[in-house]
């Protein structure tokens, strides 16, 4: 059994899309940065914390994740207020950014780790378009400060790379792992 170790309705809804069974156990886990972590071991390690902290028989693979917006190799987590969420959107307002997410799945004491690097692109936004978006809520437990699958899709101008690892999970490098820990079983 598959067992995700976050309550992420995005996520649930990655592994749903794709047909892949599971169940919930979210993990409660310190997502701070540690002092000058970059972002690609940032999230690495949160999915390896979140993955080791659900107990689950000899058979489950425990699925931790962790996503996060990056711009001038700045890590965007889920802003703390309206405030901080128009900050984010300005910041990246017209501009490229990076969404990382690492990814971990566990069986046993073995471990797997992994991330995923998805490029996009925004259009230039007015500050009154950022408080018209930031005013709906809709960015407040975002990453980043934006759901690409909801009201913030009409800002972005290209994707280049995994559109579900920009929702929350890239289920290609989740299914990757599964196909061989499957194929070890079988």
């Not at 028989?57 to 190799?73: E, N, Q, S, Y």
């Not at 207020?81 to 984010?88: H, T």
């Not at 990382?100 to 069986?107: A, E, P």
């Not at 990453?143 to 909801?150: E, I, L, R, S, T």
Request: proline share 5%; net charge negative.
């Amino acid at each position: 059994m598959l067992i995700l170790a976050s309550q992420s309705p995005r996520r649930s809804e990655i592994l749903e899309r794709a047909g892949i069974p599971f169940v919930v156990k979210a993990a409660n886990v310190d997502e701070t940065p540690l002092p000058d972590e970059d972002p690609e071991s940032y999230v690495k390690r949160v999915a390896e914390l979140k993955a080791m902290a659900i107990e689950a028989g000899p058979a489950d693979v425990v699925l931790g994740a962790d996503t996060v917006v990056v711009i001038d190799r700045r890590m965007l987590g889920k802003p703390a207020g309206v405030e901080d969420a128009a900050a984010m959107l300005k910041s990246i307002s017209g501009r490229k950014h990076e969404v990382l997410t690492g990814v971990c799945l566990k069986r046993g004491q073995q471990m797997t780790a992994d991330w995923a690097v998805t490029l996009v692109w925004f259009i230039t936004l007015t500050d009154e378009e950022i408080q018209e978006y930031v005013a709906t809520g809709e960015p407040m437990d975002k990453a980043g400060a934006y759901a690409v699958q909801g009201l913030a899709s009409k800002f972005v101008e290209k994707i280049e790379g995994s559109y579900t690892n920009v929702v929350g999970l890239p289920v290609e490098v989740v299914y990757k792992h599964l196909r061989g820990e499957l194929q070890q079983r079988g």
